[in-house]
């Protein structure tokens, strides 16, 4: 199993432009999310999924948008990018099963996308 | 609300010493907590959780409720160590994962 695994790894864009980030999960796990990763904040939730044809937005949603067409695909859409998007992406998929307490059940990471906005 | 909090950006020790990673949290319910490691422009792994009171790669971490911390502890440190690590907190009906800022840790020969 390839786990969780995001395309493209790294990305240059102009101020403006649009562009989707493509994550890819082959554990048929039904909660999937998008996080940004900067120096000296952590990771920040930007949207999820918590099955297919549903999704919900996280701490820092503005300027995002995601759709979660089939299962084991969460596309992360940048509009118009703007230089605060500049970060590094990371995509994390999730099982639901594990009775009444799964929510102890880990997160799964991929390796992430580097974004860069000039 | 949760609220992970992680007092230390960056924390160095030299080989063989004892290293401890801080992590305190707030959250109403029942916490689920977990340990991440992200080595060098890697993917973020899991280290522990505390449900499953393991030890992985020499590390330990106790949950304690009345201090709300989950300290992350070493007790001779490897020089593999170095890495960013991340205390997580997952609770509520989404479960959702809030991290805290991360700790770099640096061992050093």
């Known amino acids: 199993n390839a786990g969780v695994t995001q395309t493209p790894k790294f990305r240059v864009l102009k101020t403006g432009q649009s562009m989707t980030l493509l994550c890819a999960q082959d554990?048929?796990?039904?909660?999937m999310y998008w996080y940004r990763q900067d120096p000296g904040m952590g990771l920040r939730l930007i949207h999820y999924s918590v099955g297919e044809g549903t999704t919900a937005k996280g701490e820092v949603p503005d300027g995002y948008n995601v759709s979660r067409l089939k299962k084991q695909n969460f596309l992360l859409g940048l509009e118009s990018a703007a230089p605060s998007q500049t970060s590094v992406y990371f995509c994390a998929s999730r099982s639901l099963t594990g009775g009444a307490s799964f929510s102890n059940q880990p997160q799964h990471f991929g390796d992430g996308t580097r974004l860069s906005i000039l | 609300a949760q609220r992970v909090t992680q007092p230390e950006k960056l924390l160095s020790v030299f080989k063989g010493a004892p290293v401890e990673l801080k992590c305190n949290y707030s959250y109403s319910g029942s916490p689920e907590l977990f340990w991440y490691v992200q080595y060098s422009r890697q993917r973020l792994q899991l280290l522990l959780r505390h449900i499953s009171r393991e030890s992985i790669k020499g590390f330990t971490a106790d949950l304690n409720k009345g201090e709300t911390s989950f300290h992350l502890k070493k007790p001779f440190a490897q020089e593999e160590d170095s890495a960013m690590y991340y205390c997580?907190?997952?609770?509520?009906?989404?479960?959702?994962?809030?991290f805290g800022k991360g700790t770099l840790l640096t061992v050093n020969p």
């Open positions: 997580a907190l997952s609770g509520g009906s989404n479960y959702k994962l809030t």
């Open positions: 554990m048929n796990h039904e909660y």
